[in-house]
């Protein structure tokens, strides 16, 4: 379940901050779909790295950076979801380099993976872990704008404070409640994410009369 929770908010983050910095509803929703799916290369994981409840060792963190890679080659067979891909392999990238998988820098990084890095932060960091509780919201702003320009993309953290600016302190929430985002405020609707998982569900299956993977 935190799984779950925590991709949901990753991706309505995602699409709150794209839509702030005015991407067409297009890529807004391609935004929203590789939040929901960022993390699915941690199926890859075993279960004992992955609920670690405790610091993970180098040996350990580097499996577990295989995922976004892992992610993005499963993703990449499917001919829907081959632009999310692509956001979800450089998700942990960073913006002054020191990322991973490929070390890229700036806009070398796709701007939906910049957008995603800073929402999979922002969750990570509202959020109880066994080792810490989640930080406020205040914490989390200061955080991001003091790693703006190195960590995260300066235009991406400006677009997500004024987000959190114009809808309150309740857009960011631990993964153990739900979001709260006022339906006539949002400007993109909160919409089921079953539709996308069973369309990905009969693609693989081939059901929609298409081959599976071209």
Known sequence: ?????????????????????????????????????????????????????????????????????????????FRTLRAVSTFVRHHHERYDGHGYPQQL?????????????????????????????????????????RHAGTQFDPTVVNAFTRVVQKYGPSTIVNSARSLKVHPEDAPLPITDDLSLMAAFEMERQGLNGRPAAA
């Open 1 to 77: 379940p935190f799984v779950v929770e925590h991709s949901r908010h990753v991706a309505r983050y995602a699409a709150l901050t794209a839509a702030e910095l005015g991407l067409p509803p297009q890529r807004v929703e391609l935004v929203r779909q590789a939040g929901l799916m960022h993390d699915i290369g941690k199926l890859a994981v075993p279960e004992a790295i992955l609920f670690k409840p405790d610091f993970l060792t180098p040996e350990e963190y580097d499996i577990v950076k295989d995922h976004s890679m892992i992610g993005a080659d499963l993703l990449g067979d």
């Open 105 to 145: 820098t700036g806009e070398q990084i796709p701007l939906e993976a910049r957008i995603l890095a800073l929402s999979d932060a922002v969750e990570a960091m509202a959020s109880d872990r066994p080792y810490r509780q989640g930080l406020s919201v205040p914490e989390i702003l200061s955080e991001i704008a």
